[in-house]
């Protein structure tokens, strides 16, 4: 039988990075694929979503492709990225409104790489993806190795750089050239807003 489970895997699998990334519309358009494509396989309505959407889509997120598709077990370790600047909102505070349209991501900082910018790790910033940078304000942005691995920063939008503006010496301060071609490093979200949540 070649219907084992696995189908139903990946679908979880999707339904987690759709959820994480702003929703279907949202990853449908980073990904470049059609909405109503998306929307059938996380609906069910696909019996297996073919290999080549389900690699864009892990690109377009920044999670293994190999994992999306369901071909390993372990846990959603990108393939070279990292999520050491920021984490997707996952927090229950109903006091905290989900950002506004299909083109909203909300984040949680988790580096000191903007702190003496005044983003602290815990704050919690919105990002709209459809909205061209402004200079002197956060970006989030994707930067690609040699190898195609990915790591997803929190930097200040200076062109023809991306900066750091830390007090953490852990934290590379070398700027990051920006790229036209958005084939080394690509921006993935424009500040919208930064809520702090007194504890």
Known sequence: ???DG??????????QVVGDHGGAATVARLAEIPPQTLKNHLNG?????????LKRIAEACGVSSIWLAALVAEA???AGLSEGDVAPYRGPDPKLEAPHGVNSIRRVVTSRALDLAGYLPGDIVDFRM?????????????VYDEVGGAETVLR????????????DPA????????????????????????????G
């Open 6 to 15: 696995g189908d139903e895997e990946w679908r979880r699998r999707l339904k």
């Open 1 to 3: 039988m070649d219907n």
């Open 156 to 167: 200040i939008y200076r062109p023809p750089f991306l900066l750091v503006h830390s007090s």
């Open 171 to 198: 934290i590379d301060p070398r700027p990051i050239p920006l790229d036209p071609s958005d084939t080394v490093v690509k921006i993935m979200g424009v500040f919208v807003q930064m809520i702090r949540v007194a």
């Open 76 to 78: 959603p370790v990108p």
């Open 45 to 53: 309505r696909t019996k297996k979503a073919p290999l080549e959407d």
């Open 130 to 142: 459809d909205r061209k940078p402004k200079p002197g304000r956060p970006v989030l942005a994707q």
